[in-house]
């Protein structure tokens, strides 16, 4: 005699596979973290110096032509960092200051420092967001969900990907070179501010030096759309315990 099996039977069978494979993937993406924060240069040293500031010099492309500039970039932790620019632009020079330090954000061109908007607060929120992610320090917690996204090639070598997922905020797929687990592409959405647009922004990150102890990055090349939007070579990085508040009040 042959059991009918009831529809809800094979709705049922399908979760608990779907769950189990869902389960395993991100027991890999977990995997895959750690071996990255290890080879950074460990959890324990990574959590002591949360605090990075960064000396770049490089170039902004830009529809109007290229912009070379130098400038800092300080972050501490998810919703704190200050990024100084002084650049020049058909033969104008000019600074450019933005803070973000909680829920309150500035920006300072030459003189002029204004409050930011809503829109451009929540903007800066979230790439001082994707900024800690790409950390890996926060990748531990509870309040994130990881994936695997399988293997890739970037810059023409094997490389694996995992997502990060929490709520409230955009996903972060992080790439990780496959032989050495060294972090070599985030990819993230962000707004444009031309067009008002959400569109794909690319950061990969090459010729690595050990620094007291941490692999940092002294190369970084980001891409909205797969268009080259900045190139810069990091000429130093200083990591801290905590940097003074000051850093982070109004321009």
Avoid: C
């Amino acid at each position: 005699m042959q059991i009918q099996r009831s529809p809800l039977w094979a709705l049922g069978f399908a979760l608990v596979a779907a769950f189990g494979l869902r389960a395993a993937e991100q027991d890999d993406a977990k995997n895959i973290i750690d071996k990255a924060i290890k080879a950074r240069g460990g959890q324990e040293k990574l959590r002591k110096l949360k605090a990075v500031t960064m000396r770049l010099k490089g170039t902004i492309h830009s529809p109007g032509g290229d912009v070379p500039f130098t400038g800092e970039v300080v972050t501490q932790g998810a919703d704190q960092r200050r990024l100084a620019l002084d650049a020049e632009t058909n033969g104008t020079k000019f600074t450019f200051v933005q803070v973000l330090n909680g829920d309150k954000g500035w920006q300072k061109i030459n003189d002029d420092t204004q409050e930011l908007n809503a829109d451009q607060l929540a903007e800066a929120k979230e790439e001082a967001y994707g900024s800690w992610v790409a950390t890996l320090l926060p990748l531990d917690g509870k309040d994130f969900t990881l994936y695997s996204l399988g293997e890739v090639k970037v810059e023409d070598r094997p490389a694996i990907g995992v997502r990060a997922s929490s709520k409230g905020h955009r996903d972060v797929n992080l790439y990780f070179d496959k032989e050495f687990s060294q972090l070599v592409k985030s990819e993230t959405r962000v707004k444009d501010e031309e067009s008002g647009m959400e569109v794909n922004q690319e950061s990969t990150y090459s010729d690595f030096k050990e620094i007291d102890g941490i692999k940092e990055p002294s190369k970084i090349v980001v891409k909205k759309d797969g268009k080259p939007f900045v190139e810069a070579t990091v000429e130093q990085v200083k990591r801290e315990e905590k940097v003074e508040d000051s850093i982070f009040v109004k321009p």
